[in-house]
């Protein structure tokens, strides 16, 4: 692989000479009608301009403009267009023409000033296009790989926070189980089979997925809830489906960190805990809503946990700002609503 990219880049650099070389011995060939000295001082240019411009790029900017040490590469600048001046004038003299610069329709003697400002002004114009290109490239090949690094950054934080979500709550609901078999109860099979069916949704089902249909969200959802049951005897939870949800797909375990909060801070004072979730499609977008009893008193006194942090975060991170995640209290019940955009399966 590493050998094919080194390909595609020299190809891509024996184009970009080849097509310049092409356009200026056309260019200076029909202006003097003269193709035969076009080519040869052309030639004699590029002999000098293509190292001159990979010595800029690959050693001059490494070693002096990306450590900030511009004086000492002004200095060094200078002092290649110096060594490029006295080739290129020795060279033309010697090999091309007696005259350093035909192209000024007179005769020109080396080190006269003119000369000398017009080949620098020559050499830093191909200079500035050629490493502009180049750096331009390579700025567009370092955003992708930072891209793609913070792509597999977030991925990582994404497993991460979807692995923070359910350790406790099966740890407590093995607990429950415990206690239950204690008991003999006829109980045991049924959390057993609804535990089961948790544990391969969380560890197989939705592995590697980004979204997953929303109706086994709810399945999900609601075999959690059976098994919250077991520690809240007095419990009502409702769940209204107001729209069509059959080809609606959401991040998976988006909304069970907010049903925990429910379970977890509902219904204080011995009073039943009530929970109602609402799900409806509106305006391009996906609602979930909560809602849970509480006693006003005590809400001060309710800290909150991972879970809903945990679900900014991911939020965040899926959706970047292109969420809405509210808060509020009417009357004795805590309400939370999330919107997401909505994501269909077709």
């Known amino acids: ?34 193709y035969k000295y076009s080519f040869k001082s052309n030639l004699l240019e590029y002999a000098l301009h293509i190292p001159f411009v990979y010595f800029n790029i690959l050693v001059l900017i490494p070693m002096f403009v990306l ?5 000492k590469y002004t200095i060094s600048l200078l002092a290649s267009l110096a060594v490029v001046y006295l080739l290129k004038t020795g060279l033309t003299y010697f090999i091309i023409s007696k005259n350093i610069w035909p192209e000024a329709n007179r005769d020109y003697i080396p080190f006269e000033i003119n000369h000398i400002v017009a080949v620098t002004i ?34 990582i934080k994404l497993k991460y926070l979807k692995n923070q979500i359910q350790p406790h709550f099966f740890f407590n609901t093995l ?72 080809t609606v797909k959401v991040p ?48 001060k006194k309710n800290k909150k946990g991972i879970g809903l942090s945990n679900t900014k975060k991911r939020l965040k991170l899926i959706f970047k700002n292109n969420f809405n995640l509210t808060k509020k209290v009417k009357l004795n019940f805590y309400i939370i609503t999330l919107q997401i955009p909505l994501y269909n399966e077709d």
């Open 1 to 34: 692989m590493k050998k094919i990219n080194f390909e595609i880049k020299l190809i891509n650099h024996v184009w970009f000479w080849g097509i310049w070389f092409l356009l200026n011995f056309l260019r200076w060939g029909a202006y003097f009608n003269d």
């Open 67 to 71: 450590k900030s040490k511009y004086i």
């Open 122 to 155: 020559g050499e830093v114009y191909v200079l500035a296009i050629a490493s502009s290109i180049y750096l331009m490239l390579t700025w567009l090949k370092e955003r992708d790989r930072n891209k793609a690094i913070i792509e597999n950054q977030n991925k």
């Open 175 to 246: 607990n429950n189980l415990y206690a239950l078999s204690l008991e003999s109860s006829d109980k045991v099979p049924d959390v057993i089979i609804k535990l089961s069916n948790l544990m391969e949704y969380v560890l197989y089902d939705i592995e590697g997925s980004k979204f997953v249909p929303l109706i086994k969200e709810i399945d999900y959802i609601q075999n959690y809830i059976e098994i919250e049951k077991l520690r809240f005897e007095n419990v009502e939870v409702r769940i209204n489906l107001e729209s069509d949800i059959d």
């Open 252 to 299: 998976p375990l988006l909304f069970i960190s907010l049903i925990e909060n429910a379970f977890k801070h509902g219904g204080v004072n011995n009073e039943k805990l009530k929970i109602k979730i609402n799900i409806r499609v509106t305006n391009a977008k996906l609602e979930f809503e909560i809602l849970n009893n509480f006693v006003i008193s005590q809400i």
